[in-house]
């Protein structure tokens, strides 16, 4: 009865440890694609606290993602961008500086 017993409960420990693995290395594609398109999300979207360091960095990472990415930018449009510097040349320029007042 124990030999049966343990018999049983390493067969269900290997089956649950094989079905694991297979999900570790061949998961679901829509679980896939789903975490795909969360990472684009997260990496699309900005708070207005942001600055404009983080922004850029943000479009920088969010070309990585695709081939092909269609932007909207101020007074352009829409562009078709395909590499990393045509978006980084799509980038708006940093605002100037004000010159720091000596404090009195």
Known sequence: MTRWLLRSVTLAVLIAAGYWLWNIFFPNPEHVIRKRF???ARTASFSTRESGIAKFDNA??????CAVCLITTPGLGFA???AFGLLASLAPPAPPRE?????A
């Open 80 to 82: 078709a961008v395909a």
């Open 60 to 65: 920088t990472r969010l070309a990585a993602f």
């Open 99 to 103: 010159p720091a007042t000596a404090a």
């Open 38 to 40: 969360e990472a684009i």
